[in-house]
């Protein structure tokens, strides 16, 4: 007896702490909600979207109803950049079904950022990315509500519309997370 | 027995409280009269008389490429010219519009002429289908003023007009002329007041 309650309040207890950790990853908009407006500077990337390097926009409105993967992220490391590489791929894939994809650099301070925008795209290889700086770069846009105790938010988007949304951790960006973020990509264009 | 009969009397009541509460209220301000729009969602026998609605607004929209806008602003010439690029799928476009039919209103067409942009074709849905949403919007927002729909891609047609976005406004003069553009590229949104400005003191210019 004294097992079965034993194993009841472990059950419980991973049960609760499940659930406390499942809204504690909750970052930006959810699926189903939508994309809101914000401007960024063009830092390096995508050299063929007629985007200028250093020109400021607004992608969400450039991009208007396309299949997009943007994603905001405060530490560009290396798990980052493999997940460039991978993004470019599937966005060069369904270039007649025009995807696209752009990764904000967050943090306080821009001119390190758009430093690391650099390196990123060097090492990433990727082509058809742009990696952006946003006006609002210390957390992203105030209307994305982005936790800032998540490190890379991923918002895939159609019509504006988010359809997946990863909020994760930099050692949670792995192989296997990275080809679920590609597999939600691919399915938004069904 | 005395409490029976009470009890039967309470029960009573609840039910025909409860049936007279289910029932449809009757006001004595309600119309027996039904409009010839709600006449097909419903099922009631009463006779139908239109309302006396709104005049439906007298928008256009007319499907040009790059080079037949540029011969369309042509046409314009002794005008001040404003065109407004937008898309439905641009939100601070969007926002933005009804400014532009607040200026078509507020100046006379035969100092200034008003224009939208739409940029809504991507490639992505038949340009039919792209017309019949854009339409749609022009109409709630009673848009009486040249519209025009590109046929090219917007990425295209933002090349051509080098900008890398919308929203955009460009303000030609008489002399058909680009004045000024305003868009976001200086990093905040341009506030419509501006445009309206510039208009403002190109009118007063001899």
């Known amino acids: ?8 309040s472990l059950v419980g207890l991973f049960a609760f702490s499940s659930s406390v950790r499942s809204e504690e990853v909750k970052s930006g908009p959810q699926v189903g909600e939508d994309v809101g407006a914000f401007t960024v500077e063009k830092c390096a990337g995508n050299e063929d979207d007629g985007v200028a390097t250093g020109e ?15 994603v905001f992220a405060r530490n560009p490391n290396e798990n980052l950049s493999a997940l460039m590489t991978e993004l470019d791929e599937v966005v060069a894939k369904n270039e007649s079904k025009k995807m696209a994809s752009f990764v904000n650099l967050l943090g306080k301070d821009a001119e390190t950022l758009k430093e690391k925008a650099g ?26 509500n982005l936790n800032s105790k998540v490190d890379v938010t991923v918002l895939v988007y159609n019509r504006g519309k988010v359809v997946a949304n990863y909020a994760l951790a930099a050692s949670d960006l792995k192989k296997d997370v990275i080809a679920k973020i590609k597999t939600s990509a691919e399915e938004m264009l069904n | 027995m005395r409490n029976s009969l009470h009890q039967l009397i309470c029960l009573t009541s609840i039910i025909a409280g409860g049936i007279l509460g289910c029932a449809p209220s009757i006001s004595p301000k309600s119309s027996p009269l039904r409009t010839a729009e709600s006449a097909d969602q419903s099922n009631s026998d009463g006779p139908v008389v239109s309302q006396p609605k709104v005049a439906p607004a007298k928008v256009t929209l007319v499907e040009m490429d790059f080079a037949q806008f540029q011969d369309f602003l042509k046409s314009k010439h002794g005008k001040i010219v404003v065109v407004d690029m937008w898309a439905t799928w641009c939100p601070p476009c969007v926002k933005g519009f009804p400014n532009l039919v607040a200026l078509r209103k507020k100046y006379s067409e035969n100092d200034i002429a008003c224009v939208s942009l739409s940029l809504d074709h991507q490639g992505i849905d038949p340009l039919i289908e792209v017309a019949k949403s854009v339409r749609e919007f022009l109409e709630k927002q009673q848009a009486e003023f040249d519209n025009i729909l ?50 403002h003191k190109l009118l007063t210019l001899p």
């Open chain 1, 56 to 70: 400021k926009l607004c992608y969400r409105c450039k991009l208007g109803n396309r299949p997009v993967v943007a």
């Open chain 2, 150 to 199: 590109a046929t090219e891609e917007s990425d295209e047609i933002l090349k051509k007009f080098g900008t890398a976005s919308i929203p955009v406004v460009d303000v030609y003069g008489r002399d058909g002329k680009l004045v000024q553009r305003f868009d976001d590229s200086s990093g905040k949104h341009f506030d419509y007041q501006e445009v309206d400005q510039l208009v």
């Open chain 1, 119 to 144: 390196w990123l795209v060097k090492k990433s290889g990727a082509k058809h990315v742009a990696v952006v700086v946003p006006e609002e770069h210390a957390n992203g846009p105030a209307d994305y």
């Open chain 1, 1 to 8: 007896m004294n097992r079965f309650l034993c194993l009841l």
